[in-house]
C-alpha cells in the first residue's frame, strides 16, 4: 500500500513565525505535491514537484516555499506565518507514467495566531 | 482553465438506498478522473480512477462511470450504508488535477 504521511495532524503557530511542514511518500513517486484546502474553496494546489531539486508553482505559492532534496521528502515552508494560512494542508503523491493517481497524507491543521 | 463541479454539495438517504453522485468538467481533454472519499478532519482517500480510455470502473459496491464528451462522470454506491457517510470529491486532469468541491452525504441508519 502507498503511505503519505505528514510530520503534523495538528500545529498552532503564531504570526510571523517560519513554518516547516513535512511530508515523506514510500512508494518512489517522482510527482508530489502540496495543496491548502479551505471551506467553500475546496483544495487548491499550492506547489508540484516532479522530482528531485525540480519544483512548479500552483494556482495560490504567494507566501510559500518548497523544498525537495531527497525524492521521498517534500517540505512546504511559510517564510512568515500569516492568519490567512490557517487551513488544512494535504500532500499528496504519484508515479510518473500513466495513470498518475495521486495518494494523500492524513493532513495537517495548521493555525496561525 | 479546468472547472469542476459537483452537485449537489450534499445530499442525505436512508440506509439501503443506491447513491448517485454527478460530477461535471469544462475541458474534456483529461487524462483520467479520479474519485475520492474524505472523513472530517481527515486527508483524501482515493476510490476510483478512470483513464481517459476507459467508459467505467468498479470496485465492490462501486461503481465509477465516465463520458469526456459531455464532460460527466458518475459515481454509484449500491446499497448504501451508515458507514458511507463522508464527502465524496471528483478530480479531473493528467500529472496535475483540478478537484470539485464534494458532495457531503449522509446515510441515515
Known amino acids: 500500500d502507498v503511505k503519505v504521511t505528514q510530520s503534523s495532524r495538528y500545529l498552532v503557530k503564531r504570526t510571523g513565525e517560519k513554518v516547516f511542514l513535512e511530508c515523506v511518500q514510500d512508494m518512489d513517486h517522482e510527482n508530489m505535491f502540496w495543496y491548502r484546502q479551505d471551506p467553500g474553496l475546496g483544495l487548491r494546489l499550492i506547489y508540484f514537484s516532479y522530482d528531485v531539486k525540480m519544483k512548479e508553482k500552483g494556482d495560490i505559492p504567494e507566501g510559500y516555499s518548497v523544498s525537495r532534496e531527497k525524492k521521498e521528502r517534500f517540505s512546504l515552508i511559510l517564510e512568515s506565518a500569516s492568519t490567512n494560512q490557517t487551513s488544512m494542508y494535504l500532500c499528496?503523491?504519484?508515479?510518473?507514467?500513466?495513470?498518475?493517481?495521486?495518494?494523500f497524507g492524513p493532513g495537517t491543521r495548521l493555525t496561525v495566531t | 482553465k479546468q472547472e469542476v463541479t459537483q452537485i449537489p454539495a450534499a445530499l442525505s438517504v436512508p440506509e439501503g438506498e443506491n447513491l448517485v453522485l454527478n460530477c461535471s468538467f469544462t475541458?474534456?481533454?483529461?487524462?483520467?478522473l479520479q474519485w475520492f472519499r474524505q472523513d472530517p478532519g481527515k486527508g483524501l482517500t482515493s476510490l476510483l480512477l478512470?483513464?481517459?480510455?476507459?467508459r467505467e470502473q468498479t470496485s465492490g459496491r462501486l461503481n465509477a462511470s465516465l463520458d469526456k464528451s459531455s464532460g460527466r462522470s458518475t459515481l454509484y454506491i449500491a446499497a448504501s450504508q451508515p458507514g458511507d457517510s463522508a464527502t465524496y470529491l471528483c478530480a479531473a486532469g493528467g500529472y496535475k488535477l483540478s478537484f470539485g468541491a464534494g458532495t457531503t452525504v449522509t446515510v441515515r441508519a
Open positions: 478512470i483513464q481517459s480510455s476507459q
Open positions: 499528496a503523491s504519484s508515479g510518473r507514467t500513466d495513470p498518475h493517481e495521486q495518494y
Open positions: 475541458d474534456s481533454a483529461i487524462y483520467n
